[in-house]
């Protein structure tokens, strides 16, 4: 029933998109067919596999350099309470301001490349990987650390068997809403940069007024987030089976 | 991303102490003039009050609090009005949530050239981005908000003879108000992010226009005024949601 | 039953001694001058009304709680720290959620560098000896609170100690299963010899389990009172509950807790 339901929605949704480019609006919006259309011709022309390897460059550099800093930074500030204090403050300044404010500046400082774009990724996912990672640490139950020192564990002892594997699920969690926020970046560092990359295609596409074409590379981007948020969601899953 | 209310607010003591250091080391910094990107902050609060006497930020921020209001409010009336009903009637919500949630995580930057290619290079786009990245967060949340309600709480309405308006004015909305004021709190965070997105990428109007306009002047001290000012709009909003979620959950 | 490799020499139980032990927490007084002794290999039931510090009494034991003055000797050791010869058994089970039985059990030997083929047999063997043989792979999660209880007990267990320290372990279960693990505990205990303390709000169980029991007053706790409990062993549960003498022992340990309410 519920799989019925599901598959109507998708359908109504075609057949709105299909009506909604048949009548006249304010630009010729293009039908689902068109888009596909212009989909295939993309692949086939190199355009798209081209750009969106451009793009995925900069984000696995931006994304990974944030989990490689933005953990083990997490789980310090978690482990040494005055460190986490302070830290806590600047990052939720950072979180609070919106980074697509700190794009200028990211290219007036680095210029326009990818490292450029990767920057602007590492800003907009690393607070949130920092902040899950430290939250992970801290919400490390009492009784189990209790339990642990009535067996007379180490500190080192402590931490690697029952801080990090305590933490584990939230850290996963930062990760999954940072690669979130990592693609967020990325299309703004990329719609601002323009020189390349998948947002390139989108804006050129816009003021060329190829609609079809510009409508395909959403989609494209948005199902490639998806794609990568559901892999990085089966990963989790199965390092953290002992879930209920 | 329904992510749970942040604990404890870190504007105590320590946060003072944070922000002071942080304030002491960016003056020194700049006074050595380690980079011509790091301008001292002295020098960056002058020309921030430079910018605030010649009218330019009270311009960029009227045309941001307008786009700001004109897609905030819609977003924020109707994700409740949708919420709540994807969270009563289940046959809405399996219709729709697939896409909802789908929408509330993904990259909605993208979708701004298209709102650009919708509505013409004009502030309307800033109206609709303000809508689009803030619209989601708030329906989600209301829906779970609603699908929280105690079975038993519904149970004993309908046993004092509650029909289906009493049951959402008495049992739902009062039930799920902290779930839609946190909805309604992420989703003023978002709305500034999508106002911030939607003014650069036209760079027509309001503070997104100032960053683009002096990123490309290269007027470094002033792009730092700027920031500093949608720092002090985003921190005013979430705390001034943050005292209306207090205030109406303590109402209640 | 299979055969399974014959356990290594067991550990002798180890008395337990305290000497004027007071604990206070900030303004709070804990403890105030606990003087008692427990003999080696005795069954000992901590009871009191809530806040009497029956469970800081208990840490103090296990070094998980220094005292503020006084001491605390264990065999010949005096605590100021956790150490090999207790082990602790929790009312909240207190097992990893994301290990399995049968890592859980291995904890202790884990922390204490036993190398991975002796740890997996003994714990194998604990597993058995608390009835959970064939759960070895089950997360804690797919377990009742009984069977899980019994995977704290088996933890306890594997690391061979010489005194049990039970804080509240029934607690958290059902009557009905309560009273199957309360023969077992007893029947574990009485074939391998450890020296127990037992902290429980529950008189029938302090009777039913135990040869003497300490009443605690309530804040700042103090030793009120010691009952003896004369009772037979082993305590079948058929004969002893219903027996004139168990009956008289609650009444007479209710009768004192009574007075402290």
């Known amino acids: 029933m519920i799989l019925a339901l599901r598959a109507a929605s998708v359908l109504a949704f075609l057949l709105l998109w299909e009506w909604a480019a048949r009548v006249p609006v304010s630009f010729n919006f293009p039908s689902p067919l068109a888009t596909l259309a212009a989909l295939v011709a993309l692949v086939r022309s190199g355009a798209l596999p081209a750009a969106t390897l451009i793009s995925v460059q900069s984000l696995l550099l931006g994304f990974g350099a944030a989990v490689l800093v933005g953990v083990p930074l997490g789980l310090v500030m978690g482990v040494v309470r005055p460190v986490g204090r302070v830290a806590r403050v600047y990052l939720d300044l950072l979180i609070a301001l919106p980074t697509a404010a700190l794009v200028p500046l990211v290219i007036l400082s680095v210029g326009i490349n990818v490292l450029s774009s990767a920057v602007i990724v590492f800003a907009f996912s690393a607070p949130f990987v920092t902040l899950n990672a430290y939250g992970g640490v801290r919400d490390v139950r009492p009784r189990l650390v209790e339990m642990a020192r009535a067996f007379d564990a180490s500190r080192g002892q402590l931490f690697a068997r029952i801080v990090l594997p305590s933490a584990l699920p939230m850290i996963f969690a930062g990760v999954r809403y940072g690669l979130s926020r990592a693609f967020v970046g990325l299309i703004i560092a990329e719609l601002l940069l323009s020189p390349f990359g998948l947002g390139r295609l989108i804006m050129t596409a816009r003021s060329m007024f190829e609609h079809d074409q510009m409508f395909a590379t959403v989609l494209w981007t948005l199902l490639l987030a998806a794609a990568a948020l559901a892999g990085l969601g089966r990963i989790e899953a199965r390092l953290l089976r002992w879930r209920v | 991303m329904t992510r749970g209310d942040r604990d404890e607010s870190s504007f105590g003591l320590a946060g003072l102490a944070a922000v002071v250091v942080l304030v002491v080391v960016w003056e020194v910094a700049g006074r050595l003039d380690l980079s011509m990107f790091v301008p001292p902050i002295s020098r960056v609060a002058a020309v921030w009050w430079g910018l605030l006497g010649d009218g330019t930020l009270g311009r960029a921020a009227s045309s941001s609090l307008v786009s700001l209001a004109k897609g905030f409010v819609p977003a924020a009336v109707l994700g409740v009005a949708l919420g709540l009903c994807m969270g009563r009637f289940a046959a809405v919500r399996h219709l729709l949530d697939g896409w909802v949630n789908t929408l509330m995580s993904a990259p909605l930057s993208a979708l701004v050239p298209v709102l650009i290619a919708l509505f013409g290079i004009r502030d309307t786009v800033v109206a609709a981005a303000v809508f689009t990245f803030s619209f989601f967060v708030i329906v989600v949340n209301t829906s779970t908000g609603v699908r929280g309600t105690e079975r038993s709480l519904v149970e004993m309405a309908r046993s004092f003879g509650g029909g289906e308006v009493a049951l959402f004015r008495r049992i739902y909305l009062p039930s799920a108000l902290p779930a839609i004021m946190l909805g309604v709190r992420l989703g003023a965070v978002q709305a500034i992010k999508g106002m911030v997105v939607g003014e650069m990428l036209i760079s027509l109007v309001g503070f997104g226009e100032r960053l683009i306009y002096y990123g490309n002047t290269f007027l470094i001290t002033e792009l730092y005024a700027v920031i500093l000012s949608v720092l002090v709009l985003a921190l005013v909003a979430s705390q001034l949601a943050a005292l209306v979620d207090r205030a109406l959950v303590r109402w209640k | ?261």
Request: aromatic fraction near 6%; include cysteine.
């Open chain 3, 1 to 261: 039953m299979a055969t399974a490799t014959p356990a290594p020499g067991r550990r002798e139980p180890l008395s337990i001694t305290l000497a004027g032990v007071s604990k206070t927490f900030g303004t709070l007084q804990a403890l105030v001058d606990i003087d008692l002794h427990v003999g080696a290999g005795e069954f000992l039931a901590l009871i009191g009304p809530s806040g009497c510090g029956k469970t800081t009494l208990l840490k103090a034991i296990a070094g998980l709680s220094p005292v503020d003055a006084g001491r605390v000797v264990v065999g010949t050791r005096s605590v100021t720290r956790p150490g090999r010869e207790c082990s602790v058994v929790f009312q909240d089970f207190a097992l990893l959620p994301w290990a399995t039985v049968q890592r859980n059990v291995e904890f202790g030997l884990v922390l204490r560098g036993v190398g991975a083929a002796e740890r997996a047999a003994t714990a194998r063997r604990s597993i058995a000896k608390v009835g959970l043989a064939g759960f070895e792979e089950a997360y804690p999660s797919q377990l009742s609170g009984g069977m899980q209880q019994r995977v704290g007990l088996a933890r306890a267990l594997a690391v061979d100690p010489q005194v049990l320290l039970m804080d509240e372990p029934f607690a958290s279960i059902d009557e009905q299963t309560r009273r199957v693990f309360q023969d077992d505990l007893l029947a574990l205990w009485s074939e391998e010899r450890k020296t127990v303390v037992f902290v429980t709000h529950s008189m029938e169980e302090a009777v039913y389990l135990s040869d003497r029991i300490i009443v605690l007053s309530p804040r700042p706790g103090r030793v009120h009172q010691v009952l003896d409990v004369p009772l037979p062993r082993p305590r079948d549960s058929a004969d002893v509950r219903a027996g004139l003498a168990f009956t008289r022992l609650v009444d007479d340990l209710w009768k004192i807790l009574r007075k402290l309410q």
